[in-house]
């Protein structure tokens, strides 16, 4: 956990910049929110005038640290743009199933279509608080490359189904082709069923460091230009505008 300070949030501005970002949304797990100072990154915004920087948090649901973070949410909900829902823990509350790669140990010799649907209703709860505006990694549970017998449109279109009575949005996340399984968050049945299902996309690249902003952005642009995705969704005070994007893959 690292306080927010001008040393910490300007090289983030200035990779946006040198990448040709023009809008971006900082993150943070809910369970570092002690962290997050609202008048730095208005302080930030004042030194960078040319980005939209947005003030925004990912709830997941870490059995230690989330109620916490959810009354924290609570509190400062007038001063976050955006908040993402996440699933990271299965039946360990001591370890991420995510963790590279020490969590891959948590399917071994586990039914994997068991894990995908215990792992799905967990995203469906998080949906369900009320607190989210968008899906992150929604098929993170691939991320070691465990793939379910079932069609994944069987497994996930309740869940799918379930955002879109939310009305909710679903990350593109280039944060997958850095993982084991090298593949972008969700998969392309996915994509295709959440359009058929008119559910809108915001684009993340999940960075961690601010080298990692805008990761493989080219590569999604090819993707999204394949499926027809023309637009996305752009959060300002939880109110959801959608964007036109370019249509070909970024030079």
């Given at each position: 956990?690292?306080?927010?300070?001008?040393a910490l949030l300007q090289?983030?501005?200035?990779?946006?910049?040198?990448?040709?970002?023009?809008?971006?949304?900082?993150?943070?797990?809910?369970?570092?929110?002690?962290?997050?100072?609202?008048?730095?990154?208005?302080?930030?915004?004042?030194?960078?005038?040319?980005?939209?920087?947005?003030?925004?948090?990912?709830?997941?649901?870490?059995?230690?640290?989330?109620?916490?973070?959810?009354?924290?949410?609570?509190?400062?909900?007038?001063?976050?743009?955006?908040?993402?829902?996440?699933?990271?823990?299965?039946?360990?509350?001591?370890?991420?199933?995510?963790?590279?790669?020490?969590?891959?140990?948590?399917?071994?010799?586990?039914?994997?279509?068991?894990?995908?649907?215990?792992?799905?209703?967990?995203?469906?709860?998080?949906?369900?608080?009320?607190?989210?505006?968008?899906?992150?990694?929604?098929?993170?549970?691939?991320?070691?490359?465990?793939?379910?017998?079932?069609?994944?449109?069987?497994?996930?279109?309740?869940?799918?189904?379930?955002?879109?009575?939310?009305?909710?949005?679903?990350?593109?996340?280039?944060?997958?082709?850095?993982?084991?399984?090298n593949e972008l968050y969700?998969?392309?049945?996915?994509?295709?069923?959440?359009?058929e299902k008119r559910i809108?996309?915001?684009?993340?690249?999940?960075?961690?460091?601010?080298?990692?902003?805008?990761?493989?952005?080219?590569?999604?642009?090819?993707?999204?230009?394949?499926?027809?995705?023309?637009?996305?969704?752009?959060?300002?005070?939880?109110?959801?505008?959608?964007?036109?994007?370019?249509?070909?893959?970024?030079?």
């Amino acid at each position: 956990m690292q306080r927010y300070t001008p040393a910490l949030l300007q090289p983030w501005a200035d990779s946006a910049r040198n990448f040709g970002l023009t809008d971006i949304a900082f993150t943070d797990h809910d369970r570092y929110h002690a962290g997050i100072d609202f008048d730095e990154i208005d302080r930030l915004r004042e030194r960078n005038p040319d980005l939209r920087i947005r003030a925004g948090i990912e709830l997941d649901n870490d059995p230690i640290h989330s109620a916490a973070g959810r009354k924290w949410i609570e509190k400062h909900w007038d001063k976050l743009d955006f908040v993402l829902g996440s699933v990271h823990f299965l039946n360990r509350d001591d370890q991420m199933f995510d963790s590279v790669p020490d969590g891959a140990q948590q399917f071994e010799g586990q039914d994997v279509d068991a894990l995908y649907a215990d792992y799905l209703r967990r995203v469906r709860e998080i949906a369900a608080t009320g607190l989210i505006d968008c899906l992150a990694h929604l098929d993170l549970i691939k991320i070691h490359g465990h793939r379910p017998r079932a069609e994944i449109g069987a497994i996930v279109n309740e869940t799918l189904d379930f955002i879109r009575a939310r009305n909710l949005a679903i990350e593109l996340s280039t944060a997958g082709w850095r993982k084991p399984v090298n593949e972008l968050y969700p998969g392309d049945r996915i994509i295709e069923l959440a359009i058929e299902k008119r559910i809108p996309f915001t684009i993340a690249s999940d960075a961690h460091s601010h080298a990692q902003l805008g990761h493989n952005y080219p590569r999604l642009a090819e993707k999204m230009a394949a499926f027809g995705v023309r637009q996305i969704s752009i959060f300002e005070n939880h109110r959801r505008v959608m964007r036109a994007v370019c249509a070909e893959p970024l030079l």
